[in-house]
């Protein structure tokens, strides 16, 4: 459990007499983030994007799509189905890009970092 005061948003189902809320504590989520990423869109939306669609997903699951399993697990699951349409409709043009940073350069710097963590275990 996470408490209040550290955590970058939550979820309240609705109630006779009040609607469902989603709270996003935006004060915690730039706190997270360098500020670096605030000069470009793609990662400035990352952080809140994820908070935000997860506690949609949270929505979805005890509103529209109930399923038994964790409310964590299908608030994620229902985050990333979210998150992954935003990204493909707003920021299209970078999938070659991530494509071939996922593709050849993440590999490459997993090759060069795995001689210093075996060093390190000896």
Known sequence: ???????????????????????????????????WWEWFGLPRYLTSGQVLYHEIGHHIHSVHKP????????????????????????????????HILVRWVLPVLKRVRRPKQALKAD
């Not at 809320?21 to 360098?34: G, P, R």
């Not at 399923?67 to 070659?96: C, Q, T």
């Open 67 to 98: 399923i038994h399993e964790g409310p964590e697990n299908v608030a994620e699951d229902w985050s990333n189905k979210l998150m992954g349409n935003f990204l493909r409709k707003h920021y299209r043009y970078s999938f070659p890009l991530l």
């Open 1 to 35: 459990m996470v408490r209040l005061a550290d955590a970058f948003g939550s979820y309240s189902s609705a109630s006779k007499s009040s609607p469902a809320t989603v709270w996003l504590y935006v004060d915690n989520i730039a706190k997270s983030q360098d500020k």
